[in-house]
Protein backbone atom coordinates (compact mmCIF):
# COMPACT_ATOMS: atom_id res chain seq x y z
CA UNK A 1 0.00 0.00 0.00
CA UNK A 2 1.00 3.42 -0.70
CA UNK A 3 1.76 6.37 1.76
CA UNK A 4 -1.91 8.57 1.84
CA UNK A 5 -0.97 11.92 -0.04
CA UNK A 6 -1.35 14.71 1.86
CA UNK A 7 -4.09 16.39 2.12
CA UNK A 8 -3.54 20.41 0.68
CA UNK A 9 -4.25 23.50 3.26
CA UNK A 10 -7.15 25.39 1.01
CA UNK A 11 -8.13 29.07 1.62
CA UNK A 12 -11.30 29.29 0.57
CA UNK A 13 -12.86 32.54 -0.41
CA UNK A 14 -16.50 32.54 -1.29
CA UNK A 15 -18.92 35.44 -2.64
CA UNK A 16 -21.84 36.52 -0.96
CA UNK A 17 -24.45 33.94 -2.39
CA UNK A 18 -22.61 31.41 -1.44
CA UNK A 19 -21.58 31.57 2.14
CA UNK A 20 -24.15 28.58 2.98
CA UNK A 21 -22.14 26.26 0.66
CA UNK A 22 -18.82 27.51 1.96
CA UNK A 23 -18.99 27.00 5.20
CA UNK A 24 -20.41 23.57 4.52
CA UNK A 25 -17.36 22.93 2.33
CA UNK A 26 -14.99 24.09 5.36
CA UNK A 27 -17.03 22.06 7.94
CA UNK A 28 -15.60 18.74 5.20
CA UNK A 29 -11.96 19.46 6.07
CA UNK A 30 -9.95 20.78 8.41
CA UNK A 31 -7.25 21.51 5.60
CA UNK A 32 -10.01 23.71 4.13
CA UNK A 33 -10.08 27.56 5.99
CA UNK A 34 -12.90 30.16 4.66
CA UNK A 35 -11.52 33.40 3.84
CA UNK A 36 -13.60 36.52 3.52
CA UNK A 37 -13.66 39.47 0.62
CA UNK A 38 -15.73 42.92 1.59
CA UNK A 39 -18.47 43.35 -1.19
CA UNK A 40 -18.62 46.94 -1.23
CA UNK A 41 -20.33 49.51 -3.78
CA UNK A 42 -18.84 52.73 -4.84
CA UNK A 43 -22.38 55.27 -5.20
CA UNK A 44 -22.69 54.60 -8.61
CA UNK A 45 -23.15 50.90 -8.29
CA UNK A 46 -19.50 49.39 -9.03
CA UNK A 47 -17.65 46.94 -7.16
CA UNK A 48 -15.20 48.54 -4.58
CA UNK A 49 -14.08 45.00 -3.12
CA UNK A 50 -10.99 43.96 -0.55
CA UNK A 51 -9.55 40.53 -0.18
CA UNK A 52 -8.73 40.57 3.39
CA UNK A 53 -5.62 38.96 4.34
CA UNK A 54 -4.52 39.15 1.31
CA UNK A 55 -1.11 39.19 2.46
CA UNK A 56 -1.29 35.83 4.71
CA UNK A 57 -2.21 33.97 1.12
CA UNK A 58 0.93 34.32 -0.20
CA UNK A 59 2.33 30.86 -1.20
CA UNK A 60 -1.12 29.12 0.10
CA UNK A 61 -3.29 27.04 -2.28
CA UNK A 62 -6.81 28.99 -2.90
CA UNK A 63 -9.87 28.91 -4.00
CA UNK A 64 -13.11 30.83 -4.73
CA UNK A 65 -16.20 29.42 -4.63
CA UNK A 66 -18.48 31.43 -7.71
CA UNK A 67 -22.06 31.68 -8.11
CA UNK A 68 -22.94 33.23 -11.29
CA UNK A 69 -26.99 33.54 -10.26
CA UNK A 70 -27.66 36.65 -12.72
CA UNK A 71 -25.35 38.99 -14.83
CA UNK A 72 -25.67 41.68 -12.20
CA UNK A 73 -23.44 39.63 -10.01
CA UNK A 74 -20.74 38.53 -12.47
CA UNK A 75 -18.50 41.19 -13.03
CA UNK A 76 -17.50 41.80 -9.43
CA UNK A 77 -16.76 38.14 -8.65
CA UNK A 78 -14.97 38.18 -12.05
CA UNK A 79 -13.04 41.22 -10.73
CA UNK A 80 -12.27 38.84 -7.52
CA UNK A 81 -11.50 35.81 -9.05
CA UNK A 82 -9.09 37.86 -11.50
CA UNK A 83 -7.74 39.81 -8.54
CA UNK A 84 -6.68 36.42 -6.31
CA UNK A 85 -4.14 34.53 -8.76
CA UNK A 86 -1.69 37.61 -8.94
CA UNK A 87 -1.43 37.68 -4.93
CA UNK A 88 1.87 35.37 -5.32
CA UNK A 89 -0.70 32.22 -4.43
CA UNK A 90 0.94 29.10 -4.95
CA UNK A 91 -2.00 27.89 -6.40
CA UNK A 92 -6.06 29.04 -7.88
CA UNK A 93 -9.17 26.60 -8.37
CA UNK A 94 -12.44 28.20 -9.65
CA UNK A 95 -15.67 26.20 -8.09
CA UNK A 96 -18.71 27.48 -10.35
CA UNK A 97 -20.90 24.53 -9.72
CA UNK A 98 -23.27 26.08 -12.19
CA UNK A 99 -22.40 27.63 -15.63
CA UNK A 100 -24.86 29.22 -16.55
CA UNK A 101 -24.41 30.03 -20.01
CA UNK A 102 -23.96 26.50 -20.83
CA UNK A 103 -27.40 25.58 -22.42
CA UNK A 104 -26.52 28.37 -24.94
CA UNK A 105 -24.06 26.31 -26.51
CA UNK A 106 -24.94 26.65 -30.34
CA UNK A 107 -25.43 28.71 -33.49
CA UNK A 108 -28.51 27.31 -35.18
CA UNK A 109 -28.55 30.39 -37.38
CA UNK A 110 -26.78 33.07 -38.43
CA UNK A 111 -26.98 35.75 -36.00
CA UNK A 112 -27.09 33.77 -32.64
CA UNK A 113 -24.65 34.41 -29.88
CA UNK A 114 -23.15 31.60 -28.19
CA UNK A 115 -23.00 32.94 -25.23
CA UNK A 116 -21.43 29.68 -23.66
CA UNK A 117 -18.16 30.30 -25.88
CA UNK A 118 -18.43 33.90 -24.53
CA UNK A 119 -18.30 32.58 -20.82
CA UNK A 120 -15.66 30.01 -21.67
CA UNK A 121 -13.65 32.98 -22.90
CA UNK A 122 -13.52 35.23 -19.77
CA UNK A 123 -12.62 32.69 -18.08
CA UNK A 124 -10.11 31.52 -19.87
CA UNK A 125 -7.89 34.67 -19.43
CA UNK A 126 -7.88 33.88 -15.71
CA UNK A 127 -4.59 35.26 -15.01
CA UNK A 128 -2.03 32.33 -13.65
CA UNK A 129 -0.58 31.52 -10.56
CA UNK A 130 2.56 30.66 -9.57
CA UNK A 131 1.74 26.74 -9.87
CA UNK A 132 0.54 27.58 -13.48
CA UNK A 133 -3.47 27.71 -14.47
CA UNK A 134 -6.21 27.74 -12.69
CA UNK A 135 -8.18 24.65 -12.47
CA UNK A 136 -12.03 25.21 -13.03
CA UNK A 137 -14.28 22.64 -11.32
CA UNK A 138 -18.06 22.63 -13.26
CA UNK A 139 -20.86 19.97 -11.92
CA UNK A 140 -23.05 19.07 -14.84
CA UNK A 141 -22.10 21.27 -17.80
CA UNK A 142 -24.52 21.19 -20.34
CA UNK A 143 -22.99 19.96 -22.97
CA UNK A 144 -19.61 18.03 -22.44
CA UNK A 145 -17.99 19.20 -25.59
CA UNK A 146 -17.95 22.73 -24.17
CA UNK A 147 -14.91 21.55 -22.55
CA UNK A 148 -13.48 22.41 -26.18
CA UNK A 149 -14.73 26.64 -25.60
CA UNK A 150 -12.04 27.31 -23.01
CA UNK A 151 -8.70 28.05 -23.79
CA UNK A 152 -5.25 26.53 -22.83
CA UNK A 153 -4.79 28.92 -19.79
CA UNK A 154 -7.69 26.82 -17.65
CA UNK A 155 -7.85 23.92 -16.44
CA UNK A 156 -11.37 22.73 -17.00
CA UNK A 157 -12.47 19.72 -14.21
CA UNK A 158 -16.29 18.54 -15.14
CA UNK A 159 -17.37 16.98 -12.23
CA UNK A 160 -21.27 15.37 -11.46
CA UNK A 161 -24.13 15.15 -8.84
CA UNK A 162 -25.13 11.71 -9.96
CA UNK A 163 -23.54 10.21 -7.00
CA UNK A 164 -25.67 12.15 -4.71
CA UNK A 165 -28.32 11.00 -6.78
CA UNK A 166 -26.88 7.58 -6.94
CA UNK A 167 -26.59 7.57 -2.68
CA UNK A 168 -30.04 8.61 -2.03
CA UNK A 169 -31.94 5.97 -4.19
CA UNK A 170 -30.55 3.17 -1.89
CA UNK A 171 -32.05 4.78 0.99
CA UNK A 172 -35.27 4.00 -0.27
CA UNK A 173 -37.64 1.74 0.78
CA UNK A 174 -38.33 0.87 -2.79
CA UNK A 175 -34.63 1.32 -4.01
CA UNK A 176 -35.01 -2.62 -5.98
CA UNK A 177 -37.61 -0.98 -8.02
CA UNK A 178 -36.60 2.38 -9.49
CA UNK A 179 -36.70 3.17 -13.24
CA UNK A 180 -34.71 5.82 -15.00
CA UNK A 181 -36.39 8.20 -17.14
CA UNK A 182 -34.48 10.67 -19.50
CA UNK A 183 -37.15 13.68 -20.75
CA UNK A 184 -35.36 13.61 -24.25
CA UNK A 185 -32.28 12.32 -26.00
CA UNK A 186 -29.70 15.17 -24.65
CA UNK A 187 -30.53 13.91 -21.30
CA UNK A 188 -30.07 10.33 -22.02
CA UNK A 189 -26.78 10.98 -23.68
CA UNK A 190 -25.07 12.76 -20.66
CA UNK A 191 -26.36 10.41 -17.74
CA UNK A 192 -27.45 6.85 -19.45
CA UNK A 193 -23.45 5.72 -18.88
CA UNK A 194 -23.29 6.78 -14.92
CA UNK A 195 -26.89 5.25 -14.33
CA UNK A 196 -26.73 1.77 -16.81
CA UNK A 197 -27.46 -0.46 -14.12
CA UNK A 198 -31.38 0.69 -13.80
CA UNK A 199 -33.96 -0.06 -16.40
CA UNK A 200 -34.69 3.11 -18.36
CA UNK A 201 -36.98 4.87 -20.18
CA UNK A 202 -36.24 8.01 -22.78
CA UNK A 203 -39.32 10.30 -23.54
CA UNK A 204 -39.19 12.60 -26.77
CA UNK A 205 -41.00 15.76 -27.69
CA UNK A 206 -42.93 14.70 -30.84
CA UNK A 207 -44.92 17.61 -32.56
CA UNK A 208 -48.43 17.41 -33.18
CA UNK A 209 -50.28 19.64 -34.91
CA UNK A 210 -49.34 23.42 -33.91
CA UNK A 211 -48.63 21.40 -30.33
CA UNK A 212 -45.18 19.77 -29.03
CA UNK A 213 -46.10 16.75 -27.01
CA UNK A 214 -44.12 14.41 -25.14
CA UNK A 215 -44.23 10.75 -25.66
CA UNK A 216 -42.53 7.53 -24.70
CA UNK A 217 -40.51 6.13 -26.91
CA UNK A 218 -38.54 3.47 -25.20
CA UNK A 219 -39.49 1.60 -21.94
CA UNK A 220 -41.74 0.48 -20.12
CA UNK A 221 -42.36 2.84 -16.30
CA UNK A 222 -45.66 0.14 -15.33
CA UNK A 223 -45.24 -0.30 -11.84
CA UNK A 224 -42.21 0.61 -10.94
CA UNK A 225 -41.13 3.82 -9.45
CA UNK A 226 -39.77 6.30 -12.21
CA UNK A 227 -36.97 9.31 -11.21
CA UNK A 228 -36.96 12.02 -14.34
CA UNK A 229 -32.74 13.08 -14.42
CA UNK A 230 -31.97 15.78 -16.25
CA UNK A 231 -29.08 18.57 -15.19
CA UNK A 232 -31.30 21.64 -14.96
CA UNK A 233 -34.98 22.73 -14.80
CA UNK A 234 -36.33 25.81 -15.83
CA UNK A 235 -39.76 26.74 -15.64
CA UNK A 236 -39.92 22.83 -15.16
CA UNK A 237 -42.73 22.15 -17.77
CA UNK A 238 -40.99 19.25 -19.42
CA UNK A 239 -40.79 18.01 -16.38
CA UNK A 240 -44.50 17.89 -15.58
CA UNK A 241 -45.67 16.64 -19.24
CA UNK A 242 -43.10 13.79 -18.35
CA UNK A 243 -44.49 12.95 -15.05
CA UNK A 244 -47.74 13.12 -17.10
CA UNK A 245 -46.98 10.63 -19.94
CA UNK A 246 -44.83 8.24 -17.23
CA UNK A 247 -48.19 8.04 -14.83
CA UNK A 248 -50.35 7.40 -17.70
CA UNK A 249 -48.44 4.52 -18.46
CA UNK A 250 -48.34 2.94 -15.65
CA UNK A 251 -45.62 4.58 -13.11
CA UNK A 252 -46.67 3.63 -9.50
CA UNK A 253 -44.18 7.24 -8.48
CA UNK A 254 -42.49 9.17 -10.32
CA UNK A 255 -39.73 11.43 -9.07
CA UNK A 256 -37.22 14.12 -10.57
CA UNK A 257 -33.11 15.34 -10.03
CA UNK A 258 -31.39 17.59 -11.81
CA UNK A 259 -28.10 18.94 -10.40
CA UNK A 260 -28.93 22.72 -11.27
CA UNK A 261 -32.53 23.94 -10.06
CA UNK A 262 -32.56 27.72 -11.93
CA UNK A 263 -36.20 28.21 -11.66
CA UNK A 264 -36.38 31.69 -12.81
CA UNK A 265 -39.64 33.63 -11.52
CA UNK A 266 -40.28 31.18 -8.62
CA UNK A 267 -41.38 28.93 -11.47
CA UNK A 268 -40.47 26.23 -8.36
CA UNK A 269 -44.03 27.00 -7.02
CA UNK A 270 -45.61 24.88 -9.62
CA UNK A 271 -43.65 21.54 -8.41
CA UNK A 272 -45.12 22.13 -4.24
CA UNK A 273 -48.84 21.24 -3.08
CA UNK A 274 -51.73 23.32 -3.62
CA UNK A 275 -53.01 24.16 -0.13
CA UNK A 276 -55.85 25.76 -1.65
CA UNK A 277 -57.42 22.64 -3.18
CA UNK A 278 -55.23 20.15 -1.07
CA UNK A 279 -53.42 19.21 -4.15
CA UNK A 280 -50.46 16.47 -3.64
CA UNK A 281 -47.51 17.37 -5.62
CA UNK A 282 -47.55 14.84 -8.66
CA UNK A 283 -44.10 14.21 -7.81
CA UNK A 284 -42.92 11.98 -4.50
CA UNK A 285 -39.63 13.60 -4.76
CA UNK A 286 -37.54 16.42 -6.37
CA UNK A 287 -34.17 15.99 -5.33
CA UNK A 288 -31.58 19.13 -6.19
CA UNK A 289 -28.13 20.35 -5.48
CA UNK A 290 -27.30 23.73 -3.94
CA UNK A 291 -25.30 24.35 -7.49
CA UNK A 292 -28.00 27.88 -7.36
CA UNK A 293 -28.18 28.95 -3.87
CA UNK A 294 -31.03 31.69 -4.20
CA UNK A 295 -32.95 28.87 -5.32
CA UNK A 296 -32.25 26.62 -2.61
CA UNK A 297 -32.48 29.44 0.12
CA UNK A 298 -36.48 30.31 -1.75
CA UNK A 299 -37.60 26.95 -1.85
CA UNK A 300 -36.37 25.80 2.24
CA UNK A 301 -37.31 22.47 3.09
CA UNK A 302 -40.77 22.60 1.24
CA UNK A 303 -41.97 19.02 -0.21
CA UNK A 304 -41.62 17.40 -2.49
CA UNK A 305 -37.78 19.33 -2.52
CA UNK A 306 -34.81 18.08 -0.90
CA UNK A 307 -31.57 19.22 -1.30
CA UNK A 308 -28.69 17.00 -1.93
CA UNK A 309 -25.29 19.29 -1.31
CA UNK A 310 -22.23 19.37 -2.96
CA UNK A 311 -20.11 20.05 -0.17
CA UNK A 312 -18.31 17.26 0.50
CA UNK A 313 -17.66 16.41 -3.40
CA UNK A 314 -16.17 20.31 -3.52
CA UNK A 315 -14.13 19.40 -1.11
CA UNK A 316 -12.70 16.20 -2.55
CA UNK A 317 -12.58 18.55 -5.91
CA UNK A 318 -10.59 20.64 -4.24
CA UNK A 319 -7.49 18.10 -3.53
CA UNK A 320 -6.92 17.47 -6.57
Not at 54 to 78: K, N, Y
Not at 94 to 112: A, I, K, N, Q, Y
Not at 256 to 268: C, D, E, I, N, R
Amino acid sequence: MGEQRPKKNIHLFYCADSEELARKVAQQSDAIQLQSISWRNFEDGFPNLFINNAHDIRGQHVAFLASFSSPGVIFEQISAIFALPKLFIASFTLVLPFFPTGSFERVEEEGDVATAFTMARILSMIPKSRGGPTSLVIYDIHALQERFYFGDDVLPCFETGIPLLLHRLRQLPDSDNITIAFPDDGAWKRFHKQLQHFPMVVCAKVREGDKRIVRIKEGNPEGRHVVIVDDLVQSGGTLIECQKVLASHGATKVSAYVTHAVFPKQSWERFTPNSANAEQSPFAYFWITDSCPLTVKAIGNKAPFEVLSLAGSIADALQI
